[in-house]
């Protein structure tokens, strides 16, 4: 019994947190926002550079085969950056889809290869989300027609853009038709190949908002301990400080909650729904919490363009009801817990 | 990471779920803050002694039975799951002893542990005065040197269940010219020495659940002493640290908790979910509870890996508090007009255990350090706030 993370795995998260730091500084994201691509081709070269395109993809397909336990610290990372890339959902939300598909689909090997080259982008539009995240700018787009998954390039898809509160986000309305030459799995294995989408789905953007609250609880901390009013810092005031150790607290305590559940997806474990619904809400609450008590914060200036927690605050606004509101993620956790086959009680956090 | 509990953890926990299957009486002891109750929780400790489950992290030859932190989150889990009666000497066992192991001589490790695991010894607290509560460093109650004693004036207050213990370990101010956190000493006083009284105070729950303690003249050995002169409130922090964090309150506590509130919404389904937040709330606490257990298996996996507990034992007590009333307050929702009743009335049912936990939890977010107290260590310890 060992619920921590190894040597390797936190060396692996710094390492991308610092080549992060370096390139996606708040000013680099000021000017993608201002773009009409809304992406960076720069960025997305120097990731794939650094590898980080190739992190799911199994190493038989020139990837380093990393799971999902891994990439719960390396979405946090991508989330406290807001890195206005949705490289997450390429390389790793799709990378897991199509790594799943059967070796009979001739171009699953291309497609693997391409994603740890990082010379294709691909959408994923699962049927809990209404719109396709990064449609747009996409080369490839999985996409459901009932149970079925078809692959679709993007020349045979419209896209109308739906802009969002978050301008780093890029909305598309998807207008398609299947076909049998993109469908790429039906019946029972499409079912399970949507299922493990929307399972990886959600814990991406939940590591991506815990990264978010943290981003938001620093940005916090530092303007509270430089602003000064009442001739002293604003952070040594204990109405301040306990909106921050608020924030800090729900942080703490949704870590744990977000690493049980990449492990019970990346074990296949039979409860992982349930945990990873539970990772979502505790996230996003405490990104929402740190949105709330972050910009009370700031006073004015929080309210302000000019200043950086406002570009953190609208990614938490936004994800939290991506792949899955809370109505959604809470009627999944009461379906088990007041389930009459819930193991409830101590001793149940890792065995059934 | 691997989540797989080893082949001797499982027999640890087989070994342990058996045990308190054959022994955790099905009829539950008196209150614990009563005199009746005390001894029969008392009783209840040897017997967990005398199978070496009283302290199973401490070493054997103290007492315990040389348990890991995981096996002891195991045992703990088991203890709560079992429905077995609360630890009456978690003063000393769980506050005191850990204390000793890390600043006692071998002399009184040897002295207090072994009695201590098997509550031959009962333990008091006594750090709060009348006007040292949030503020522990007003501390005025003094501890002078005199040959190879001290001499002990002052008054002590909030001491639990002290009426029926046998020991007090307590902070003294041992150099009368200091001020603050200097100069006090960490002291343990036998409560039968001449000069000590204690005047119990009744808790709202109406039982003598805690005291004050006056000391007039009460002489002690100096080596009654824990770490050195003038060096208790580093030694008291160092315990507060433990009690803040997971030792006093083990998830197991409240995953129990959880799934009884579970079951009573399940049993009171139909009037209960007249309020529309009570099923939300009731799924929230199960989430509450288990966060609270896998915080735990992360820590005490960095633990094993070298890593102290830190500043976040702070964010731990708000925790635990915190969803304890929680919990107890969707619980009285849900029993609505029988929330009131106590255990003597006839139509109180299972509604009466309710109450009387969901009067202790209104204490959880003041004792051990109140909440406030808890944020503001959050926000200048762990994130560098200035002090006020």
Redesign the interface.
């Known amino acids: ?6 040597d390797d795995q936190l060396a692996f998260r710094e390492a991308v947190s610092r080549f992060l730091m370096t390139e996606a500084a708040p000013e680099m994201l000021r000017e993608v926002w201002e773009t009409d691509i809304g992406r960076s081709p720069d960025l997305r070269h120097k990731i794939a550079e650094q590898g980080l395109t190739a992190l799911s993809v199994p190493e038989d397909c020139g990837g380093l085969g990393m799971d999902d ?1 891994a990439w719960s610290l390396m979405t946090q990372e991508l989330g406290y950056y807001a890195i206005p890339d949705s490289l997450a959902d390429t390389a790793y939300v799709a990378a897991g889809l199509i790594t799943a598909l059967p070796d009979s689909i001739a171009t699953r090997s291309e497609w693997l290869g391409r994603i740890a080259d990082g010379s294709i982008r691909i959408a994923v539009g699962h049927p809990v989300n209404p719109l396709v995240a990064d449609a747009q700018p996409s080369d490839l787009l999985l996409l459901s027609h009932d149970d079925e998954v078809h692959a679709v390039p993007r020349s045979l898809v419209d896209v109308i853009a739906n802009p969002s509160i978050d301008l780093s986000r890029r909305l598309g309305h998807v207008v398609w038709e299947p076909s049998s030459a993109t469908r790429v799995a039906t019946g029972d294995t499409g079912r399970a190949l949507w299922a493990a989408v929307l399972e990886r789905g959600v814990l991406s953007v939940a590591g991506q908002l815990l990264g978010l609250a943290q981003r938001m ?1 620093d940005l916090s ?1 530092d303007y ?2 430089q602003r000064k009013q009442f001739g ?2 604003i ?4 109405a ?3 909106h ?3 924030v ?2 729900r942080i ?6 977000l ?2 559940a990449a ?1 019970a997806v990346a074990h296949g474990e039979d409860d992982a729904p349930v945990r990873v619904s ?1 990772a979502k ?2 996230c996003g609450e405490a990104a929402w919490l740190a949105a709330r008590h972050g910009i009370q914060v700031h006073g004015a200036m929080g309210y302000t363009w000019e200043v950086d927690l406002q570009m953190f605050m609208k990614r938490a606004w936004a994800l939290d009801a991506s792949w899955g509101d809370r109505g959604f993620h ?1 009627s999944r ?2 379906g088990f ?2 389930g009459d086959a ?1 193991a ?8 059934e | ?6 082949p001797k ?1 499982r027999v640890f ?1 087989e070994e342990v779920r058996a045990w308190l299957a054959d022994n955790v009486s099905r009829q539950p002891l008196a209150s614990y803050d009563t005199k009746e109750g005390f001894e029969q929780h008392r009783e209840w400790e040897r017997r967990l002694f005398d199978h070496r489950l009283s302290m199973v992290m401490w070493p054997e030859a103290l007492g315990g039975r040389g348990c890991d932190l ?1 096996e002891w989150l ?1 045992f ?3 203890y ?2 079992s429905g077995a009666p609360l630890r009456v000497n978690q003063n000393g066992q769980l506050l005191l002893g850990p204390t000793l192991m890390e600043f006692g001589t071998e002399a009184q490790k040897q002295r207090f542990l072994p009695r201590m695991a098997a509550s031959e010894d009962m333990w008091a607290q006594g750090w709060s005065e009348p006007n040292a509560g949030s503020d522990m460093a007003a501390i005025t109650s003094k501890a002078i040197r005199d040959g190879d004693h001290y001499v002990l004036n002052g008054q002590k207050t909030w001491s639990t269940r002290a009426i029926y213990a046998d020991w007090l370990f307590g902070l003294f101010r041992s150099d009368p010219a200091s001020s603050r956190h200097h100069g006090l000493s960490f002291v343990l006083v036998p409560l039968d020495t001449p000069g000590v009284t204690i005047r119990p105070i009744r808790a709202l729950n109406g039982k003598e659940a805690f005291a004050e303690i006056f000391f007039d003249d009460v002489r002690v050995p100096v080596d009654n002493r824990i770490g050195d002169e003038g060096q208790g409130w580093h030694v008291a922090m160092a315990t507060a640290g433990f009690e803040r964090g997971l030792l006093l309150r083990s ?2 506590r409240f ?2 908790t ?2 009884r509130l ?1 079951a009573l ?2 049993a009171h389904r139909e009037t209960a979910d007249r309020d529309p937040t009570i ?2 709330t ?2 929230e606490s ?2 509450g509870a ?6 735990a ?2 820590t ?3 633990l ?2 070298g890593a102290r507990i830190g500043d ?1 034992a702070s ?1 731990n007590k ?2 635990w508090s915190e969803l304890d009333l929680k919990m107890h307050e969707t619980a009285m929702r849900i029993l609505g007009a029988r929330g009131e009743l106590l255990a003597e009335a006839p139509d109180a049912g299972d509604a009466a255990s309710w109450l009387e936990g969901f009067l202790f939890a209104q204490a959880g977010p003041i004792y051990a350090g109140t909440n ?1 107290i ?3 260590i ?3 310890r ?7």
Not at chain 1, 252 to 257: D, G, N, S, Y
Not at chain 1, 344 to 351: A, I, V
Not at chain 2, 1 to 6: C, E, F, K, S
Not at chain 2, 290 to 295: K, M
């Open positions: 019994m060992d619920f921590t993370f190894n336990v609880l901390v509270a301990a002293k810092a952070g040594s005031f204990q301040v400080k306990h921050l150790a608020d800090a607290t703490e305590f949704a870590k744990p909650v690493y049980r492990h539970h809400l505790a809470k956790v009461a817990v007041l819930a409830l009680g101590p001793g149940r956090t890792f065995e | 990471m691997d989540l797989a509990y080893t953890q926990r995981i195991i703990e889990e088991e709560y799951a998830p197991g995953q129990h959880a799934r579970v919404y399940q099923r939300d009731v799924c199960w989430m288990e966060a609270y257990a896998l915080a298996y992360h005490v996996g960095r094993a890996k976040e964010t708000i925790v406030e808890q944020r503001n959050i926000a200048e762990m994130l560098g706030l200035p002090k006020s």
